[in-house]
């Protein structure tokens, strides 16, 4: 399902992943996806992985656009809106979810987009998940804000989208990596289920 998402690391300061994805935003999509990855990794290791990580320059960017169609997905999955928080699986070991298939990346990823802007158009990013590196914390930010952020909230120094009447998204829920969730409950807190009147 089309539900448009934004899958973000911190390290050292330093925004290291902000990727756009096109689909499954929801909690038990891209946001159980980035669950299961916590919950399994070795984050001394992905740490040192994020090392390696840069955003794409011009020119890469430029070179990339020059292959004939559909090449550019092949050498450069990580660049696709297809995604979505499986760029953790890429980035640490090399593979990713692909419907039912683990798809293997043999290549090197150039560079990342940086699409953090898009955590300010809450009309059109439903779902925002930031691992935190520094503070040891998994963040989920929902979408459709239309008051202000509080101050000191993470993306409110963010300007507001083209739709004057949405802000940036805004905090639902943290989780500390030592203290994460089962997939079940993640669910659960996220999206409530609606009583019947």
Aim: net charge negative.
């Amino acid at each position: 399902m089309g539900t448009r998402n934004l899958t973000m690391v911190i390290s050292n300061g330093e925004t290291k992943v902000a990727q756009y994805g096109q689909w499954d935003g929801y909690p038990d999509g891209q946001g159980k996806t980035a669950l299961e990855f916590l919950r399994g990794v070795d984050l001394e290791k992905f740490k040192e992985r994020l090392k390696s990580i840069h955003w794409l320059t011009k020119e890469q960017s430029e070179e990339i656009d020059k292959l004939p169609d559909g090449l550019w997905q092949k050498y450069h999955p990580y660049l696709s809106r297809d995604r979505g928080a499986d760029i953790l699986n890429l980035i640490m070991h090399g593979w990713y979810e692909s419907g039912r298939d683990k798809v293997i990346f043999g290549g090197e990823i150039l560079g990342l987009v940086d699409s953090s802007a898009f955590a300010g158009d809450s009309l059109s990013n439903e779902w925002t998940y930031v691992i935190d590196l520094d503070k040891d914390t998994f963040e989920v930010y929902t979408g459709f804000t239309k008051e202000p952020l509080p101050e000191g909230e993470r993306f409110s120094n963010l300007k507001k989208a083209s739709s004057a009447s949405y802000y940036a998204v805004k905090h639902a829920k943290t989780y500390l990596l030592s203290d994460l969730p089962t997939a079940d409950q993640f669910i659960k807190d996220l999206e409530p289920v609606e009583e019947e009147n």
